[in-house]
């Protein structure tokens, strides 16, 4: 299975202030995904990224933002927390269709 | 977009016995359909997939069955254990030929194998 990894595993935020989640994939896939995991939605698509330089939003891209600087490496990044953004955040990705998840991130905004 | 529906969304069976999940999607253009097991605090893991050219799949104790003309593709779970207890995720993709790489989940089912 593919190697994903995800920074911080672990993050308590403030209101107001500014989170960075990094995800980084050694296995040279071309597609990237952000989802948040919360009791009762399963799993909802943030945004996702085709390759270096794109980003595209998904289902839920409200509040937050995405870059991807390399073929490794694609953030998510909340400019302003809100409480409602406490969430389990997974990173994935894949050739083409098929997908694998990074450890996930619990993220936690007082 | 597409919508997948998928049930039970608790499913409780005795050990040894069969599991069964089922999902449906909407959009005919839907080509792979993967499912994923979660266990309690732990990510999402790829079990078995199957793509739109086939109707069964079979690995070890994991059976897929796939019906594109009712758009419903199942999960079954042979002589279950203990440790198949878990949350279950169908999700479906149109896939490249759909424009985007994208795939739509189920809400999950959660397992529980009696011993």
């Known amino acids: 299975e593919a190697a994903v990894t995800q920074s911080p595993r672990n993050k308590v935020a403030v209101t107001g202030g500014k989170v960075t989640l990094s995800c980084n994939q050694t296995n040279n896939h071309n597609n990237m995904y952000w989802y948040r995991q919360d009791t009762g939605h399963g799993l909802r698509l943030i945004h996702y990224?085709?390759?270096?330089?794109?980003?595209e939003k998904g289902d839920i891209p409200d509040g937050y933002k995405a870059s991807r600087p390399s073929q490794e490496n694609f953030s998510l990044i909340l400019e302003l927390a809100t409480p409602s953004q406490t969430s389990v955040y997974f990173c994935?990705?894949?050739?083409?269709?098929?997908?694998?998840f990074g450890p996930g991130t619990r993220l936690l905004v007082l | 977009g597409e919508q997948v529906e998928q049930l039970p969304s608790i499913l409780r069976v005795q050990e040894g016995s069969s599991a069964s999940i089922n999902c449906s999607y909407e959009?005919?253009?839907?080509?792979?359909f993967p499912w994923y097991k979660q266990e309690p605090g732990e990510n999402p893991k790829l079990i078995i997939d199957i793509r739109s050219n086939m109707e069964r799949k079979q690995i070890q104790e994991l059976i897929v069955l796939l019906d594109k003309k009712a758009k419903r593709f199942s999960l079954h779970i042979t002589d279950t254990q203990p440790g198949d207890s878990a949350m279950y995720f169908c999700a479906a993709s149109a896939g490249a030929t759909g424009g985007n790489n994208k795939l739509t989940f189920g809400q999950g089912t959660v397992l529980s194998v009696i011993p």
């Open positions: 959009d005919s253009a839907s080509n792979y």
């Open positions: 990224s085709y390759g270096a330089g794109s980003t």
């Open positions: 994935a990705s894949g050739p083409q269709d098929t997908q694998y």
